[in-house]
Antibody, heavy 124, light 108 residues
Framework: QVQLQQWGAGLLKPSETLSLTCAVY????????WTWIRQPPGKGLEWIGE???????NYNPSLKSRVTISVDTSKNQFSLKLSSVTAADTAVYYC??????????????????WGQGTMVTVSS | SSELTQDPAVSVALGQTVRITCQGD??????ASWYQQKPGQAPVVVIY???NRPSGIPDRFSGSSSGNTASLTITGAQAEDEADYYC???????????FGGGTKLTVL
């Protein structure tokens, strides 16, 4: 049973850097894209970015200039850094596994395992 | 604004059938996946790919697609199905996952 456990600072001041880590327990680290997704209070889901076990990354264009996702395969962990945070970055941040599937030559994302979520508040 | 459009709210009588839709040009090339989220909880995938249900998801949940519209159908809605539902697919470039704005389902 694969589980994701995440942790990191929950209260930041404007201009600081958000830092979260997600550990993968009980399953393979390779063959998937490891993802960060956030959800502002009362709003919808926003994909932040992803990384695979080789370190190949893919970021949301709207956040790309501030986001870094890294991986530590020796620990089966991946991390998110978001720089220069503002109040607009206040959200629940989730880590998730993307098991991309291909059916009849068409692909679909499948975020099938999620972390418990971390509420990050940006306030002066 | 999202590249995937969902109705903000839908309601259904207990035991009846409801369809939740998701529209976007990328759905002509990529399948949608659907996620159920209850208050205070992480989302759970209920449908992915063409119409695949993960183990543990009741068979009253099904997915379909036609043109630029993907649909999640709940046949015989139960009280426990009351939740927010999000569709997910790709942006117009195909390079990045995107989510719809979400649909709040009320079971009456």
């Amino acid at each position: 049973q694969v589980q994701l456990q995440q942790w990191g600072a929950g209260l930041l001041k404007p201009s600081e850097t958000l830092s979260l880590t997600c550990a993968v327990y009980g399953g393979s680290f390779s063959g998937y894209y490891w993802t960060w997704i956030r959800q502002p209070p009362g709003k919808g889901l926003e994909w932040i970015g992803e990384i695979n076990h080789s370190g190949s990354t893919n970021y949301n264009p709207s956040l790309k200039s501030r986001v870094t996702i890294s991986v530590d395969t020796s620990k089966n962990q991946f991390s998110l850094k978001l720089s220069s945070v503002t109040a607009a970055d206040t959200a629940v941040y989730y880590c998730a596994r993307n098991d991309i599937v291909v059916v009849s030559a068409a692909m679909a994302d499948a975020f099938d395992i999620w972390g418990q979520g971390t509420m990050v508040t940006v306030s002066s | 604004s999202s590249e995937l459009t969902q109705d903000p709210a839908v309601s259904v009588a207990l035991g009846q059938t409801v369809r939740i839709t998701c529209q976007g040009d990328s759905l002509r090339s990529y399948y949608a996946s659907w996620y159920q989220q209850k208050p205070g909880q992480a989302p759970v995938v209920v449908i992915y790919g063409k119409s695949n249900r993960p183990s543990g998801i009741p068979d009253r949940f099904s997915g379909s697609s036609s043109g630029n519209t993907a649909s999640l159908t709940i046949t015989g809605a139960q009280a426990e199905d009351e939740a927010d539902y999000y569709c997910n697919s790709r942006d117009s470039s195909g390079n990045h996952p995107v989510f719809g704005g979400g649909t709040k389902l009320t079971v009456l």
